[in-house]
């Protein structure tokens, strides 16, 4: 999902233009979401939060690919474009595996690491805006909001969220290495999509220098 957008540097293309095309993946994460909402009043309290804000992270996946425009910059890297849908389907994977919910402090500690992934992958994706995307095509620029601190937020609310889907998880021996998997994953998805973005907007060197890949002050 490409980095943060600068309504500056947005395509003027028309917004009807491709619109049939974005059909099949919005319907696809609209019905995630809406899987979602329906699990939501089938468990107990705490899990209905859960399921509804990845509800709502998976509606707004759905809204921005519809009014999305069309991109300044396609990478027509193939191996770009097999990491970026391979992350995505890892981590899909994680939640595939990892049986019943597990025991005892690690649930406590699994559900705290869920609920604040998702509540910082929502916000992330709600300030990238229109330039939201699965392939390494680039939209924009936008360094606002927890993009001033990290390139990636979307994809760090999503590795926290699902570390704590592992850490929950009652088979999170078996979670455990499609979530590494997953992150290996995503930090080459990050390479390609900087790489592109460094084709289209000079000033992302600067950026890149003063912000984190990932997490504040490491990564």
Same mark, same amino acid.
């Given at each position: /999902? *490409?980095?943060?957008?600068? *309504? *500056?540097? /947005?395509?003027?293309s028309p917004f009807v233009?491709?619109? #049939?095309?974005?059909?099949?993946?919005?319907t696809l994460f609209a019905l995630i979401a809406i899987a979602n909402v329906l699990a939501a009043f089938g468990d107990g309290t705490g899990s /209905?939060?859960?399921? #509804?804000?990845?509800?709502?992270?998976?509606?707004?996946?759905?809204? /921005? %690919? %519809?009014?999305?425009? @069309?991109?300044?910059?396609?990478?027509?890297?193939v191996v770009g474009i097999? @990491?970026? @849908?391979?992350?995505?389907?890892?981590?899909?994977l994680v939640g595939l595996v990892t049986g019943e919910t597990g025991s005892g402090p690690a649930v406590a500690i699994g559900n705290a690491l869920l609920f604040?992934?998702? @509540?910082?992958a929502v916000v992330s994706v709600a300030v990238l805006g229109r330039c939201f995307g699965v392939l390494p095509d680039v939209r924009g620029l936008v360094t606002r909001g927890p993009y001033r601190f990290v390139r990636h937020p979307l994809y760090l609310g999503e590795l926290v969220a699902l570390l704590g889907v592992v850490i929950g998880a009652d088979r999170w021996w078996l979670a455990l290495p499609v979530w590494l998997a997953g992150l290996v994953l995503q930090l080459l998805r990050t390479g390609y999509e900087e790489e592109?973005?460094?084709?289209v907007f000079p000033e992302?060197?600067?950026?890149?220098?003063? *912000?984190?890949? #990932?997490?504040?002050?490491?990564?």
């Open positions: /999902m *490409t980095v943060d957008a600068d *309504t *500056t540097h /947005m395509s003027r233009a491709g619109v #049939l095309a974005r059909v099949p993946l919005a /209905m939060l859960h399921h #509804l804000l990845s509800a709502t992270l998976w509606a707004l996946f759905a809204v /921005m %690919v %519809v009014i999305r425009p @069309v991109p300044i910059h396609r990478s027509g890297n097999a @990491v970026a @849908v391979s992350a995505q389907l890892a981590f899909l604040a992934g998702l @509540v910082f592109s973005l460094r084709t992302y060197r600067e950026y890149a220098a003063r *912000t984190k890949r #990932l997490i504040p002050g490491l990564v």
